[in-house]
């Protein structure tokens, strides 16, 4: 059932009425990451009605999280985001459906999981995801709305919308590709915690535009947006896609251990630890070990003991992630990677 | 000609600043541009793509690059 009274500010929009709500009391809709993106763009699906939202996330609340993940609260923190966000979001709108998936979006769950929905917003924070997310969508001819941030800059996109008798570009038809080991993400780079909000809503605001039929979706091109100077650029791509994608591609794991495991580990000497770090990074705080920073990984600039266990750490997780799967099978010792970076060790 | 570039996302950091300049002969096209690009600035090649939009839209290896253009690297962004 809809409730007239608290839709009724966007039903009496012009070219919205009962039928774009209807819709949206209909429409499924997964949200990928529950951080800087997916809150606010999962707040604002949750308060404008999305019949049933997906939210889909495995990682747990830290204290750095909350300048920008604005559905959470220091007391949270350790908890599951996807728990804490479902929780709040349905007392937001007890008259909708929240889907919590606790899952690590692999090669082998993306099609599932994709597949339970009519359209995806990409709130994730790796490139991995969102190729695998992208390519899923492509294969089961969904849309995407793309959103991701880096610092002050913003990027907004709708991917996969049909156009004639084909599709419009997806994320591959910009980037075909990309080297997780030299871009940084928000926990290395920094980010303005009201740019994820910007952004966010941003994407909320196309998903609503996509599932109601309104207005004229950021497809076919890639909204780039500027906080520091509030400069919005729209680079148009083209009309169509020119990507054949086929299959999805196999993900590769990283070995993890938990800074518990790590702890008790490093006591009994067991494992020999390495700093994926820069140097500037490491001057700050470090918990030992060698230092060779990712850069010099993905070269081959090094030289392991092999003696031990190697146990890679960085800020977050994710450039250990990417040394210790860059290095797999290349190194006569077994690997890991620590989860949760050194944001977990401290807490 | 000279042509002024614009840099966003890492590639600021990478050519220092929001904009850079190249001097290129005319009828340069686009893959020419990259290739002179990632000689001046090597970690550019190493992002394994980025997008080169002239006059706001994305364009193809063999587009070519007049004076009066405006280009713009366009990096791919991870976080969220």
């Not at chain 1, 039928?19 to 209909?26: F, I, K, P, S, V």
């Not at chain 1, 009994?268 to 920073?293: M, Q």
Request: net charge negative; with cysteine; hydrophobic share 40%.
């Amino acid at each position: 059932m809809v409730n007239d009274i608290r839709y009724s500010c966007q039903v009496a929009l012009p070219g919205f009425g009962t039928e774009a709500q209807a819709r949206l009391n209909a429409a499924r809709v997964l949200v990928v990451g529950a951080g800087g993106l997916g809150c606010p763009a999962a707040q604002y699906l949750t308060a404008v009605g999305v019949g049933t939202i997906g939210i889909a996330d495995y990682d747990v609340i830290s204290i750095s999280n909350l300048h920008r993940q604005i559905l959470y609260t220091p007391a949270e923190a350790g908890q599951k985001k996807v728990t804490v966000a479902c929780k709040k979001l349905q007392q937001q709108n007890p008259q909708i459906q929240l889907v919590a998936h606790d899952v690590k979006i692999t090669s082998a769950n993306v099609m599932e999981l994709v597949g339970q929905y009519d359209i995806v917003l990409d709130a994730t924070d790796n490139f991995e995801t969102r190729y695998l997310l992208n390519d899923a969508c492509v294969l089961q001819h969904k849309p995407v709305v793309y959103g991701a941030i880096y610092q002050y800059e913003g990027q907004v996109a709708v991917w996969n919308v049909p156009y004639k008798d084909t599709y419009s570009p997806n994320y591959r038809d910009v980037f075909p590709d990309a080297n997780a080991a030299q871009i940084p993400n928000c926990a290395e780079g920094g980010v303005l915690p009201t740019l994820a909000g910007i952004i966010g809503c941003m994407q909320a605001n196309e998903v609503v535009k996509y599932i109601t039929g309104t207005g004229e979706l950021v497809s076919g091109k890639m909204l780039l947006f500027d906080a520091l100077t509030m400069q919005i650029r729209v680079v148009k791509i083209g009309d169509v896609t020119r990507t054949n994608i086929t299959e999805i591609a196999a993900t590769v794991d990283a070995c993890t251990i938990s800074a518990q495991e790590l702890k008790a580990g490093l006591d009994d000497n067991k494992y020999t630890l390495v700093d994926v770090r820069e140097i500037s990074e490491r001057e700050a705080y470090h918990i030992g070990g060698l230092h060779i920073p990712l850069s010099k990984i993905e070269h081959e600039e090094f030289q392991l003991p092999v003696d031990k266990d190697i146990v890679f750490y960085c800020a977050s997780g994710r450039r250990s992630a990417v040394a210790a799967t860059l290095l797999s099978g290349k190194v006569d010792a077994k690997l890991f990677s620590l989860s949760g970076g050194l944001k977990g060790w401290r807490q | 000609m000279t042509i002024n570039i614009l840099a966003f996302g890492i590639a600021k950091e990478i050519v220092g600043g929001t904009s850079t300049s190249a001097d290129l002969p005319s009828h340069t096209t686009v893959a020419q541009l990259r290739r002179r690009l990632e000689e001046q600035y090597p970690r550019l090649g190493k992002l394994a793509s980025y997008m080169i939009a002239v006059n706001n839209e994305y364009a193809a290896t063999d587009s070519l690059i007049n004076e009066q253009d405006e280009v713009a690297i366009i990096p791919p962004v991870s976080g969220g």
